[in-house]
């Protein structure tokens, strides 16, 4: 596993949305879990979490959510952090969270959203993956 | 693999100078091999210190200044340091989230930072961090230490010019801060001036100044005191002058050689200290400490001799 306090973390709320209850919630508790955690808050541009991914090196992505812009937000934000180079589960690890229903989470997962937890998920279940998945970042795996 | 990201990072590469900062922060061989590839690019950069106790406004204030000094054509970096907890290694860095306007601005590169331990107000990697933006091109570099006590006065071995922040109605907490941190701002900062008591602590610290006459007119620089209202920029424009002011007066000086040769001192102090430690680490396993501990207990050997012994073992001299 990787050592958690060397997991860097960015929990973003992007678009218009004031909801910051669950983004507030999953910033704690991973902190409480060992990562390293920045919170960037509400009103989030795509732009400014992709220049936020790229100066802060960050690992791994997590979008809250709850204002049903997901399906405009997150594939822009991806496409962002294409352009400087940065591949979704290759370079970074993106979560999102929030109101998002079953169909619109399928469709992210398949264009590179690792997974998408939606209200009542248990942290455990979050942090669980995140130990399984991150390892297989290229910059844990010593490639870049 | 270091030498393209260093190549990549002195063209002015945001990604690759956010890697090299990672690589220093996780890993001492690679931060040694980067620092000594880089080192004839730095010593541009002019190093601005924020410290002041937990909440004083430290990060607004740097939203600000930021802004004051891309208005004057600068490239800026800046190093935000928040605490990591000790119990779990997991930390909230929360300095950003007030700097965020500027965050797409191609002149500015924003770092957060957590303290992995350091105790010092500012975390091990800091010194490495700054140099790499040095490198990359900043002109100045904002560093904000977290929120300190009064002994937390590491950025003095960092910064040119150290700002402390401070806000009204900590009452005999300014005292406390008299004894470590007062001595090591360059200017003072009464923040939250909309709150009641700002006059009152403005006062304060002048007179605490008057009263330390001999100490500045050795040193040439009286600290001057600014009240701000980092939200509404009040009184930004005055800080961002006196910082302009300290800038002047070190750079019209020798005071700036002296500075700088006193950081380098400190820094390699903390490196041959690092070193040591780490080479007892090395030499000594955790059964041959609990050896002497055993033998420490027993009273049969004290702490100093043991301490010795030790020394001894890891570098081979009796020392
Ligand atoms: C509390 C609440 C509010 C509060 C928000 C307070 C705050 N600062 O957060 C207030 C009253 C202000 C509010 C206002 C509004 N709300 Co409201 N609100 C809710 C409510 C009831 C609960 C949200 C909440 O806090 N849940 C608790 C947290 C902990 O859960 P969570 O955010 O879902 O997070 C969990 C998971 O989703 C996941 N997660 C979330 N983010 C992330 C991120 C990552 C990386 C990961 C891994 C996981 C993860 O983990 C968390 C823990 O399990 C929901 C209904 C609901 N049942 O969800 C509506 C709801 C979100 N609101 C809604 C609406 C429409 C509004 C308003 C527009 C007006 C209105 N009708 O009330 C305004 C807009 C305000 C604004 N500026 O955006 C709708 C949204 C509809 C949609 N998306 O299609 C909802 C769904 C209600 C509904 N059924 O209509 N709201
Ligand atoms: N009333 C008032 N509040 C202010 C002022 N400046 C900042 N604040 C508020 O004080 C709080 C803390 O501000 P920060 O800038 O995060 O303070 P900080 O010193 O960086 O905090 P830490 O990094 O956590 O130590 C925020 O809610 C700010 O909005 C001010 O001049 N007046
Ligand atoms: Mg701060």
Same mark, same amino acid.
């Given at each position: 596993m990787v050592k958690r306090s060397k997991v860097r973390v960015l929990i973003?709320?992007?678009?218009? =949305? ?6 507030k919630v999953i910033a704690r508790a991973l902190r409480d879990a060992g990562f390293e955690v920045i919170y ?18 960050i690992d791994v992505?997590g ?60 942290i455990?279940?979050i942090i669980?993956?995140i130990d399984?998945?991150v ?10 | $693999? ?23 922060e ?55 340091i928040d605490p990591t907890s000790p119990f779990t290694g997991g930390a909230l860095l929360g ?9 797409? =601005? ?6 957060s930072m957590a303290t992995r331990g ?5 975390a ?22 977290v ?6 006065? =590491? ?17 005999? =907490?300014?005292? &406390? ?12 900062? %009464? ?8 006059? &009152?602590? $403005?006062?304060?610290?002048?007179? $605490? ?26 009184? %930004? ?83």
């Open positions: 973003a709320k992007p678009g218009l =949305d004031g909801h910051d209850r669950g983004a960037t808050g509400i009103r989030q541009t795509p732009e400014q979490i992709a220049e936020s991914v790229v100066q802060e090196d992505l979008l809250s959510i709850l204002s049903g812009a997901h399906m405009v937000l997150i594939p822009k934000i991806l496409k962002l952090l294409g352009e400087k180079g940065i591949k979704a589960n290759e370079d970074v690890l993106v979560l999102a969270g929030g109101i998002i229903p079953p169909d619109d989470a399928q469709e992210l997962e398949k264009m590179g959203v690792g997974r998408v937890f939606g209200p009542g998920s248990p455990e279940e669980g993956f399984e998945t390892p297989k970042l290229k910059k844990f795996r010593g490639e870049s | $693999m270091i030498n393209e990201l260093i190549e990549r990072m002195l063209k002015g590469d945001k990604r690759a100078t956010a890697r090299l900062i990672t690589l220093v996780n890993d001492e061989e690679k931060a040694r091999e980067i620092v000594k590839k880089i080192y004839s690019n730095t010593g541009r950069a002019y190093i601005i210190g924020i410290t002041g106790p937990p909440g004083s406004g430290k990060s607004t204030l740097v939203d600000k200044l930021i802004k004051k000094a891309r208005d004057e054509g600068n490239i800026v970096g800046v190093i935000a300095d950003r989230i007030r700097m965020q306007r500027h965050s797409t =601005d191609p002149g500015v590169f924003i770092r350091s105790l010092g107000g500012l091990k990697a800091t010194n490495d961090a700054i140099k790499i933006l040095d490198a990359y091109g900043c002109d100045i570099i904002f560093v904000e230490t929120g300190v006590g009064q002994i937390e006065v =590491d950025i003095v071995k960092t910064a040119d010019t150290v700002v402390l922040v401070t806000v009204p109605g900590l009452g005999d =907490d300014i005292q &406390a801060i008299k004894a470590g941190l007062m001595e090591i701002a360059d200017i003072f900062v %009464v923040n939250k001036a909309d709150k009641e008591g700002a006059e &009152a602590t $403005m006062f304060e610290l002048e007179l $605490m100044l008057d009263l330390e006459k001999d100490k500045w007119q050795k040193s040439g620089w009286r600290p001057p005191v600014v009240s701000t209202i980092a939200f509404t920029n009040k009184g %930004v424009d005055e800080l961002w002058g006196a910082i302009n002011e300290h800038m002047e007066f070190l750079l019209n000086s020798d005071k700036i050689e002296e500075k700088r040769k006193f950081r380098v001192g400190e820094e390699i102090k903390a490196i041959v200290s690092s070193k040591i430690a780490r080479k007892i680490g090395e030499k000594m396993g955790e059964d041959d400490i609990a050896v002497l501990i055993e033998m420490i207990a027993k009273r049969e050997i004290d702490p100093y001799s043991a301490a010795d012994l030790v020394l001894e073992k890891a570098l081979g001299v009796k020392v």
